[in-house]
Nanobody, 124 residues
Framework: QVQLVESGGGLVQAGGSLTLSCVVSGRAVSTKSMAWFRQAPGKERDFVAAITWNGGSTYYADSVKGRFTISRDNAKNTVYLQMSSLKPEDTAVYYC?????????????????WGQGTQVTVSL
């Protein structure tokens, strides 16, 4: 059984920073690529960032490039999302997900396991 548990969300002022964590348990954790998605109220779940199993490659949505950094520590079975220069439009529930090999990075259907999400709220 694979479980993903996110943490680190909260309320932050615009321009501030937050770091999200996703602890992954289960089989073959370190051999899987991982990603972060986010979903604002009334909107679809959108791709934010992804990282390959060894951290060798990363991918970002245009809206977060230069502001967010995805990383992982396989020894701790943890994936991180460092967010800086936060904007009100970054407000959403953030989810981590496990990638299905060969699928598109930026599509929800490319992932088989999801966490429960952590709320990030950015105020003016």
């Amino acid at each position: 059984q694979v479980q993903l548990v996110e943490s680190g969300g909260g309320l932050v002022q615009a321009g501030g920073s937050l770091t999200l964590s996703c602890v992954v348990s289960g089989r073959a954790v370190s051999t899987k690529s991982m990603a972060w998605f986010r979903q604002a109220p009334g909107k679809e779940r959108d791709f934010v960032a992804a990282i390959t199993w060894n951290g060798g490659s990363t991918y970002y949505a245009d809206s977060v490039k230069g502001r967010f950094t995805i990383s992982r520590d396989n020894a701790k079975n943890t994936v991180y999302l460092q967010m800086s220069s936060l904007k009100p439009e970054d407000t959403a529930v953030y989810y981590c997900a496990r990638h299905i090999y060969g699928r598109q990075w930026n599509e929800v259907h490319g992932y088989d396991y999801w966490g429960q999400g952590t709320q990030v709220t950015v105020s003016l």
